[in-house]
């Protein structure tokens, strides 16, 4: 499968934006995620729609929006007009039943609907959704802040979902967000991950050396398996 690069701009220097992401577009960056916390769901802040609409504009990349906000399914509308071409929510932002309407509302304006797991919740949780989403980003930290280390449990959850999407005939994409680096990414690679968000990872450092570096992993990867 083709595996995926997704630099986490939440770890970017917002000074600089655009080059930011014009570094990691140059690179081989194969879409930018966006993290989007409201204070309430996650206990921190980060940016919103109106930076998301001006990422749009000056990058062809496809924007990566992981929600974590309460209530993700009144933004949709703007999401869409902000350019965003993935939309990840997390299931227990919302009443349980929310869940399907999102995933249609998304799917309806033509975006990509995702569901997120916490670092909690098993992967037999996105077992009613499996046919209707278009990805799945299984969280490796606890959502709400970058630089947090890789938790080991992940790679098992990891392993479940692949094995949820095959027994279902599906090459669904596996999305892992937190604590990736370029020592460990093989782990969650061999456990069936195909869309690796990193942000310190990136943006910590040359931007455009660390996902070349990642996008270069890539290509080896694929070929040898
Ligand atoms: C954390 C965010 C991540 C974060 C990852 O809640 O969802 O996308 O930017 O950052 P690193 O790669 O530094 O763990
Ligand atoms: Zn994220």
């Not at 995620?33 to 109106?50: A, E, K, R, T």
């Not at 931007?207 to 890539?218: I, L, P, R, S």
Request: hydrophobic share 45%; aromatic share 6%.
């Amino acid at each position: 499968m083709k595996i995926r690069i997704a630099p986490s701009l939440l770890a970017a220097d917002f000074t600089r934006l655009a080059e930011e992401v014009h570094r990691a577009e140059r690179a081989g960056a194969d879409m930018l995620h966006c993290d989007v916390m409201d204070g309430v769901y996650v206990p921190n802040i980060s940016f919103g729609f109106p930076v998301i609409r001006q990422i749009s504009k000056i990058t062809p990349l496809p924007l990566d929006v992981h929600m974590m906000t309460s209530c993700p399914r009144k933004y949709i509308d703007v999401l869409r007009d902000a350019g965003a071409l993935i939309v990840t929510v997390h299931s227990d932002a919302m009443a349980p039943d929310e869940v399907k309407e999102t995933i249609r509302a998304i799917r309806d304006t033509g975006m990509v609907a995702a569901l997120a797991l916490r670092p909690a919740c098993p992967a037999e949780e996105i077992l009613p959704y499996v046919p209707d989403i278009g990805m799945v980003l299984v969280m490796t930290v606890e959502p709400g802040f970058g630089g947090q280390k890789y938790i080991p449990a992940s790679t098992r959850r990891i392993a479940e979902a692949r094995r949820m999407f095959t027994d279902y005939g599906l090459d669904t994409d596996i999305e892992v967000d937190g604590g990736i680096k370029r020592d460990n990414v093989d782990i969650v690679l061999n456990a069936g991950a195909t869309v690796i968000v990193a942000g310190s990872a990136v943006y910590s450092g040359d931007v455009y050396e660390n996902t070349k570096a990642f996008a270069d992993h890539f290509k080896e990867w694929e070929a040898a398996h």
